[in-house]
């Protein structure tokens, strides 16, 4: 007996109210790796025996096929399953379930008979426009049964070029059901995910963009440079000496091939599989995967649907894409849970997390949008290079003022970004120096209060910024005064420029470290914690105790993570 997760009851029932109320046809959205394959089998169960209704069940590739038939046949085994795929080597009909793939069936729904229900796996492969496999076949299935119903199932219900697959008078019409991918890792059935990007960094904007994706000549040229391949296959060794399998997503079949050549120079077998390797070595090749025989496995358009790999524990995208569904789909391979996996590691060389944001909170694309995928959620400063959220008019780097014409360009950069919304992340920094300066608020009359600017150098050409309110009231005075406090014995400054003043004096406690917090989807950054140097001695000085207006709170505050008040 087949029991369901929670989730699943709630989308096999959501399911069932769509076709009672309404007469159009309901899409299903859950993440990969959360179990799609159970709700189709439970339908089909109850399409059958309760209603006795026949099912097609479609799929566009022969793994999905398969997992699909395994599963029916485990749960259901007393129901009639038929198999038409040329894939796999059946041409089953007149069965109550048949289950089938899309290329074998697609000018055959004659063949195949009436049916009352289509279910559709990978639902977002139907077009919204045109003829294509699927249209034209659950156009045929339809004229066969008009009462016919289609249901939709998929992690990703958008294209790149049209947006959601859901439309008033498309094939599906509504989604009926969906759960998040950040729902399902809170409740354990997704594996945790962590990212990291890479060192070496491809200048993207050399790439050119055609029917909203990069050109994939381009696209290959660029990443299959070679000092970029090397970095990144080092980088890949050294991130996954305590993993278990790591996947790798290359930007074509030359690049894919340079990449296993460079592993394997560094030591470690790999795998490398294209659309043009032959079945039988694909198989060989993707059995040692799942096996844990073979380690890294590397391809090129072949394993972003449909593959299971469970113990899968790093996703490496040397694989830049403009397509957020594309981006959900490598990244996905590693939702999976498996036993002894804590964790997955994405590495990205590409600078997907970065350019499509956090993997729970995809944006649907805007079919009226430009093909170059509209305001990107992070830009670059052209100033100081550094990556920043879109939303900033002036780099809190190094000052640079972005106008609205200025695009962004995009990379493996050394710099993490979480993938997933409300990821935090602690990164510590040595300051190399520190600069002080008073700030005017963009825009601002003379009347309004200046703050101070302090600008930490934590590397080559970057910097961390915050801002200190000496002028402002309430809150962010609480926030500076404490500020000032850990820092020197002198009278809290009248203003910015005194405290800036008194700081280019050296009177200040030098920082030598800071802690910077980062939370995925959030618009700044915050500087969390510090080191620092001793308190310099001045003659004269008052303790700060004594200085402390007793009006303000006598303990330090603890601050929320509110924004940069200008």
């Known amino acids: 007996m087949l029991t369901l997760r929670p989730y699943q009851r709630e989308a096999v029932d959501a399911v069932y109210r769509h076709l009672r109320q309404r007469d159009d046809h309901p899409c299903v959205v859950i993440p990969t790796g959360g179990g799609k394959t159970p709700v189709i089998a439970t339908i089909c169960r109850d399409a059958v025996e309760l209603w006795q209704g026949r099912v097609i069940v479609l799929a566009h590739v022969k793994e999905l096929l398969e997992q699909t038939v395994d599963k029916l046949r485990t ?79 998929t992690a990703t219900p958008f294209r790149l070029k049209s947006g959601s697959i859901c439309t008033p008078d498309g094939i599906l019409n509504a989604v009926c059901y969906e759960v998040s991918v950040k729902e399902l890792i809170r409740d354990g059935y997704l594996s945790p995910l962590k990212s990291k990007a890479g060192q070496q960094k491809a200048d993207i904007s050399r790439v050119h963009v055609r029917g909203g994706e990069f050109v994939a000549d381009e696209l290959e040229d660029l990443m299959d440079d070679n000092q970029l391949v090397e970095s990144a296959c080092r980088e890949i060794v050294a991130q996954t000496q305590e993993r278990r399998a790591c996947l790798v997503f290359a930007s074509g ?94 590495l990205d060389f590409g600078g997907n997390v970065l350019r499509h944001g956090p993997v729970d909170q995809l944006r649907v694309p805007d079919a009226s949008q ?120 002198l009278p809290f400054p009248s203003s910015s420029e005194e405290a800036v003043g008194i700081a280019q004096q050296g009177l200040l406690a030098e920082p030598h470290e800071i802690t910077v917090r980062a939370v995925a989807g959030e618009t700044f950054d915050r500087i969390v914690e510090y080191k620092l140097g001793a308190i310099p001695e001045v003659p004269g000085a008052v303790d700060p105790a004594d200085d402390f207006d007793r009006s303000e709170p006598e303990n330090e505050p603890v601050f929320a993570n509110d924004d940069i008040p200008f």
């Not at 894939?87 to 063949?111: E, F, N, P, W």
């Not at 796996?121 to 426009?129: K, N």
């Not at 449909?306 to 490598?330: E, K, W």
């Not at 990821?423 to 120096?433: D, E, P």
Request: positive net charge; glycine residues 10%; charged residues 25%.
């Open 75 to 153: 749960v259901c085994p007393e129901l009639p399953v038929g198999v038409y795929s040329a894939g796999l080597g059946k041409r089953d009909t007149g069965y109550a379930v048949t289950v089938a793939g899309i290329q074998s069936v697609y000018h055959k729904a004659d063949l195949l008979g009436p049916a009352d229900l289509v279910l559709v796996d990978e639902a977002h492969m139907i077009p919204l426009e045109g003829d294509g496999m699927y249209r034209q076949f659950l156009l045929d299935a339809r004229r066969l049964n008009p009462q016919m119903r289609t249901i939709g199932l």
């Open 370 to 489: 430009k093909s170059e995928g509209g305001k990107a959620p992070a830009k670059e400063c052209p100033g100081c290079r550094a990556l920043i959220a879109a939303g900033f008019a002036l780099c809190p780097e190094c000052g640079h003022e972005f106008n609205v014409r200025e695009t962004s360009t995009h990379g493996a950069t050394a710099a993490t970004d979480g993938i997933l919304s409300g990821q935090v992340t602690l990164t510590s920094h040595r300051v190399s120096a520190t600069r002080y300066s008073v700030h005017i608020k963009r825009g601002a009359d003379e009347t309004a209060p200046r703050t101070m600017r302090v600008d930490y150098e934590i590397g080559l050409y970057r910097t961390k910024s915050e801002w200190v309110c000496f002028e402002h009231d309430g809150f962010a005075r609480m926030k500076a005064l404490a500020w000032w406090r850990k820092r020197t014995r």
């Open 253 to 346: 079949v030359r690049h894919g091939g340079h990449i296993q050549r460079v592993l394997e120079k560094l030591g470690v077998a790999c795998g490398f599989v294209t659309g043009d390797t032959p079945p039988l070595e694909r198989e060989l090749l993707l059995k040692e995967f799942r096996e844990g025989k073979l380690k890294y496995l590397v391809n090129v358009n072949v394993l972003t649907t449909g593959f299971d790999a469970p113990h899968i524990d790093c996703v490496a995208l040397l694989r830049p894409t403009m397509s957020p569904g594309l981006y959900y789909q490598m990244v996905g391979r590693g939702f999976r849970l498996s036993p002894g996996k804590q964790d997955c590691l994405v």
